[in-house]
């Protein structure tokens, strides 16, 4: 779809917000909190614009509706959630659950991004761990998935960009001593993988900040918030991509919890990644 036909397609859904709200435009700005000059320009006829991520979050937060919607990625207005599988096409614009992993990342530019990984956190992931990954639960191609954890690394190096993690202690230690599923990656590939997080995490805290839990007294499955836009749950083949305002706060409370009971803060991240590597020489 080309830019002028999705504004085209966003006034439209925009207009339908409005009337649904039984709101005047003047009322409809405030709710919204912008400027009735500003809701003018957004609806206008020769507008070529779309209109601000926060804008964006405040029309589907206030009035629930979903923000894939308003921009015409989805069909469906009301809140919710829809599964995609990893090599879905959106639009004609075809692309992996990766590319638009790194689009939702970009859009949520300016929030904070919460994240669960499956087993360590993509961007600071070394090529070999990336292979080994690949290798054993991949699709796609191996040097695509090493080239977006690199562009997810150098976005997080961007001013302002601020990412919080959160895994349980018990897998990165099965991680450092080669257990469980990695098993078979050689110990000199796992040594080069925490000195490579111990660097990363240096150079990018407090930008990025590293929260371990104890998975003995809980469990997560793998999420991402990306702000008060969207949210993705894995499901190994499969993601549950989540528009809804409630269904984020949701897992926005869950990550909350999960830092509660967090046993390993970022402040001490550093002092136990290097304990880890004296433990397995």
Not at 177 to 183: L, S, V
Not at 184 to 194: A, F
Not at 232 to 249: A, E, P, W
């Amino acid at each position: 779809m080309k830019l002028q036909e999705r504004v085209m397609l966003f006034q439209d859904r925009l207009q339908q917000v409005i009337t649904h709200s039984g709101l005047n435009r003047s009322a409809f700005a405030v709710s919204i909190k912008v400027d009735r000059s500003t809701l003018s320009q957004l609806l206008a006829a020769d507008n070529i614009r779309l209109p601000r991520a926060d804008t964006l979050a405040s029309i589907a937060e206030v009035h629930q509706v979903s923000i894939d919607w308003l921009l015409g990625l989805t069909r469906q207005g009301p809140m919710g959630a829809n599964i995609l599988p990893e090599a879905f096409q959106v639009d004609d614009y075809s692309a992996t659950i990766f590319e638009k992993t790194l689009e939702w990342h970009r859009q949520a530019s300016g929030y904070k991004i919460r994240y669960v990984p499956t087993t360590l956190p993509d961007l600071l992931k070394t090529e070999a761990v990336a292979e080994y990954e690949f290798n054993r639960y991949g699709s796609g191609k191996v040097d695509q998935s090493v080239r977006d954890n690199q562009l997810l690394l150098l976005q997080q190096r961007h001013p302002g960009s601020e990412l919080e993690t959160c895994m349980s202690v018990q897998h990165l230690q099965s991680f450092a001593a080669g257990e469980g599923i990695w098993q078979g990656l050689p110990i000199r590939d796992r040594r080069e993988q925490l000195e490579r997080m111990v660097e990363l995490n240096d150079e990018l805290y407090p930008g990025f900040r590293w929260y371990l839990y104890d998975g003995k007294q809980t469990y997560s499955a793998s999420f991402t918030i990306f702000g008060p836009m969207r949210a993705t749950v894995f499901l190994g083949h499969l993601y549950v991509i989540v528009n809804s305002i409630d269904h984020i706060r949701k897992l926005t409370d869950r990550f909350d919890d999960l830092i509660r009971i967090a046993t390993v803060h970022p402040h001490e991240i550093q002092k136990y990644l290097q304990r880890l590597l004296q433990q397995n020489r």
